[in-house]
């Protein structure tokens, strides 16, 4: 038996303390039927993404119901006025430091396109992720272009290294790597000349923070100012969630993930489709923790959290199952 009458204002008071998923009687509508999708016929779905292609809006969008810790107007005022403190947070320790051998071998480049250079690392027989954050002088070395707002303008790498290193030492300290929910973490490393010669011969042509490469990766490590970089655990064939893959069962994997993310005291900050793994044996993880906010930093507010979840959950229930049922892409014009 489901409940609804539970108040989402209590429900923001404990979150993430309290796990929505084990409130008494269980939460209606937390975990959505699926007999929405009964209802599809080839021609509703053709209609519905011709609408969706025209409109970039995807009418099935509200069929999974609505999401049950809606807060109202009054809420707001109340969480505005009485704010609560994440009292219950301790700060973990700091993630430690690894030493990435020199015979460490690059096997491969994993995102060629991003702006932080993500390798393939075979340390003896351990296959390992390492995500590379380069020494960059923001203004002296970036070229700004009149182009840039601010939300494209770009993050110096050290900040990035920074929220990533300090959400893993959370993560790690809460269980939630091994609960497998993200990526185990095997600590932060510095990388030497060795390791960038290693990187040119396997990606001659890195680039990286809009137009940087090997040679200002060189420069720097010259002045002494060596890349750092994380070293997580390596999932092979995995797929970014998209409306391909997604299903309902991996849906709710991935709502839970995110509540013990935010149990960790972590913000990820960064919802998106391509931010969860889908691996082979159809589990899922939450990956990319450069733009996180750990409650070691005051400004992290219950309310963010709280919110940051209701985004998760709408991420899979108003867009990659619906987008999923009619086959698009979710952008206008799209396929
Ligand atoms: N642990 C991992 N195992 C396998 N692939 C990964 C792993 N981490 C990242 N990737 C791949 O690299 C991509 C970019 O990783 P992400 O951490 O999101 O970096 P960015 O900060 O550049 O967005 C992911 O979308 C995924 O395809
Ligand atoms: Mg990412």
């Known amino acids: 038996m489901t409940s609804n009458a539970h108040n989402p204002l209590d429900v923001y008071r404990t979150y993430p303390e309290k796990n929505p998923y084990e409130i008494e009687p269980p939460v209606f509508n937390l975990v959505p039927c699926q007999a929405a999708e009964e209802v599809d016929t080839p021609q509703l779905k053709k209609a519905c993404l011709n609408i969706a292609k025209r409109t970039g809006i995807n009418v099935l969008q509200l069929t999974y119901g609505q999401y049950p810790f809606l807060l109202g107007e009054l809420d707001d005022e109340e969480i505005e006025t009485k704010p609560e403190p994440l009292s219950q947070y301790q700060p973990p320790p700091p993630l430690s430091r690894s030493i990435l051998p020199d015979d460490a071998i690059f096997v491969s480049q994993l995102n060629k396109n991003g702006n932080t250079p993500i390798f393939v690392v075979k340390i003896g027989d ?23 707002d601010d939300e494209d ?9 920074a929220k990533e290193k300090e959400a893993y030492a ?3 300290h809460a269980g939630v790597c091994e609960q497998r929910h993200v990526p185990r973490c095997y600590g932060w490393v510095e990388l030497t000349p060795v390791h960038i010669d290693a990187i040119a011969c396997v990606a001659p042509k890195l680039k990286y923070c809009e137009s940087h490469d090997l ?3 060189r420069k720097k490590a010259a002045e002494g100012r060596f890349p750092k970089g994380i070293l997580l655990e390596y999932f092979p064939r995995a797929k970014r969630l998209s409306f391909k893959n ?3 069962e991996l849906s709710e994997q991935a709502v839970r993930s995110l509540h013990a993310i935010h149990a960790a005291y972590v913000h990820h900050g960064d919802i998106e489709n391509r931010n969860v793994l889908v691996l082979p044996d159809d589990r899922v993880v939450w990956v990319d923790f450069n733009a996180s ?4 930093d005051p400004k992290l507010t219950r ?33």
Do not use: A
């Open 126 to 148: 351990d296959e390992r992720v390492l995500k590379i954050y380069p020494e960059v002088d923001m203004y002296s070395d970036y070229r700004y272009t009149d182009s840039f």
């Open 153 to 161: 303008q770009p993050v110096d790498p050290k900040i990035l290294f």
């Open 170 to 172: 959370h993560l790690l």
């Open 215 to 217: 040679s200002h990766l």
């Open 246 to 248: 997604v299903s309902y």
């Open 293 to 296: 906010t750990c409650t070691s």
């Open 303 to 335: 309310e963010q959290l709280f919110l940051e979840f209701h985004k998760g959950w709408n991420m899979f229930y108003m867009y990659e199952l619906p987008n999923q049922r009619i086959g698009w892409d979710g952008l206008l014009g799209g396929l």
